[in-house]
């Protein structure tokens, strides 16, 4: 039903923090709108952990701390953009400069990622005020007037509606967000793939097949007619001053998608000027998934044309991307109580990527050349937390550190949008012979293929699981361990649902509880068995996760035997995608910060197919995602992922782990700076400096 295409982690986990939260690559969004009130999700589905920063206060100690060129922020990276087509961008590197030169229809309340402020819209649609219809499905907004793009263009509904119907048109199933767009708009079971090929082509071969040139020898009529489809469920009214989504289906999240960078409102005839779709139906084809090679040739990737608070001066790639204070900037009213309005306040921004090597950017940081760096890893903070005068809480609450007068302030405890969770395979393949599963036997030697569609092995499993020395050993004991699949603050998490904590003897009595028997009629408990968790050599995170739960089965019974074992990469990219492994550790790093974009891959989606999870086990949680990605009232919403939670608890499909709480560093003299997790990378529109 879903096609799932994180910005960021793959296959294998890396973690990688980043100070002015460059990293995790994330939805990408903007901050600007007529003040308002915020849309808001009930109080009683955010979890206390997940608070985020307000605005930086006075420092706390009378040290003076000025910086060298207080209208210039200089910031060294490790994001290189991919592209500045906002259609096409799908990673943080991008997203960061889209979300500073562009402006979306809205925005997420300042810190709140659950919240949404207007931007280049008037207000934010709601039923009560009459933009969202009684079913869900239409969705009007109230265009701003007097707005200019950077070149000087009026903009318009139709700039607004074109933006939306380009960018699903030009689709492509590789590195491109449009899927999430293309769900609610054109219907989440409208093709496999998501993509706008699959109107063309039903069957989704074009889109599955990478051969995005077959699209432009399709039927005339299929393609007039996929172009038509999405006109008309993106209408534009000028006259009205009004842009309306006519969805497919009622889409809890719609919102969330359109406050991210892929929503970037862009200049319908600057689109055309420079090379791009024209907006007639009957060409659109020809600009059908480009590659991000072919789309940086011209000014529609490698240059930009917003309505946002910073233009782009120039972009040299892997060296640095400067940006201008865009000195005309539509914002006359503040966002927020205390938000910026008028011209920037920092009026060149410096985003260096010419500095790989960590030491380099922490030098750079210690000489006060630069106001913020990316970390490699979380091993980076030992080297920072000495240079720390001041700590700040995820509430914004700041105090002197043991050093007043070190010239960092760090922001501590931050919520994140990644995660990684250790996945069971139900159905492990023996094809070509596994020696992962020894002898493939309940014999003390090995384990069946099915052996973890017992759910009492996959509760025992969860029991016999060490949260506190995870956290510990592999989030340096800053974390906090998973009780749902939403991440904690999301509509439906709470820290009162029924969640596995390591016990040894509940973990016992699951797996005497197994029905599972031997050849000989022993019980699993009596028999013992033999497996080998696989990771790639050099990953220390997922080596070190296996090894946990290795000791943690030993120590119940010494007839649980796991082996942990190190493979070249492509060894283990092998056997992976040949569904051999018995378990493996995933990651994820959400598209929007919604529940659904956790549900979806984790019960029909990528995820649950690469562990084979059973149909039965879908069958049972399916119509709770439905039914929440459905509803559009947050309390409702809460209440059916409530369901979901209790389901999947008692399905046991995955061990949940712990989300690993996020940093951010920057030298004393930047203010304003607040976090939101769902942001590509900072807001520069916020901030000054001394």
Known sequence: MFHYMPRALGLVVIVVIGLGAC?????????????????????????????????????????????????????????????????????????????NTYDTLIFYNKADPNSFIPQLAVDVPSQANGGISADGKTYTFRIRTGVKFHN????????????????????????????????????????PNNDIADLVDPTGSIAASGDYTALQKADTANLLGACQRVTSAIVANNAAGTLTFHLAQSWGPFLSVLANSWGSISDRAWIAANGGWDGDCHTWQKFYAPTLTDQNKSKLGSGENGTGPYMLDHWIPTREVVLKANPNYWRTESAWPGGPTGAPRLKTIVLKSDAPQFATRLNTLRAGDADFIDLQSTSDWTLLDPLVGEICDATGACAPAADPSQPIRAFKGLPSVSRSDLFFNFKIDTTSGNDFIGSGKLDGNGIPPDFFSDVHVRKAFNYCF????????????????SYDVMLPGEIGYSDHDPHYSYDPAQCQAQFQASTLKSGGGLSLWDTGFHFTIGYNTGNTYKEATAQILKQDLARVNPKFQVEVLGLPFQTYLDALAAHQLPLNLYGWVEDIHDPNDWLAPYVTGSYA????????????????????????????RAAIYKQFNQAYYAAAPVILLAVQHNRVYEQRWVQGYYYNPIYAGDYFYALSKQ
């Open 23 to 99: 990293a995790p690559a994330t939805g990408t969004p903007e901050i600007i709108g007529a003040t308002q009130a915020a849309t808001n999700v009930p109080a009683a589905t955010a979890a206390p952990s997940q608070a985020v920063a307000v605005n930086t206060p006075p420092t706390t100690t009378t040290l003076s701390i000025k910086s060298k060129d207080p209208s210039t922020l200089t910031y060294l990276c490790v994001c290189d953009p991919s592209t500045l087509d906002p259609a096409l961008d799908y990673d943080s590197g991008g997203g960061q400069i889209l979300q």
């Open 152 to 191: 000087g263009d009026v903009l318009t509904p139709d700039d607004a509606a074109f933006t939306f119907q380009r960018g699903l048109l030009q689709g492509g199933v590789a590195n491109s967000p449009q899927w999430l767009l293309f769900q609610p708009i054109l219907g989440a079971t409208a093709g």
């Open 466 to 481: 060490d949260w506190d020395a995870y956290i510990k050993g592999q989030l340096l004991s800053d974390g906090v361990q």
């Open 609 to 636: 197919a690469q562990q084979s999870l059973p149909a039965d086990v879908v069958q049972q949680l399916r119509p709770f995602i439905d039914q929440g990605v459905d509803e559009t009232d947050p309390a409702n």
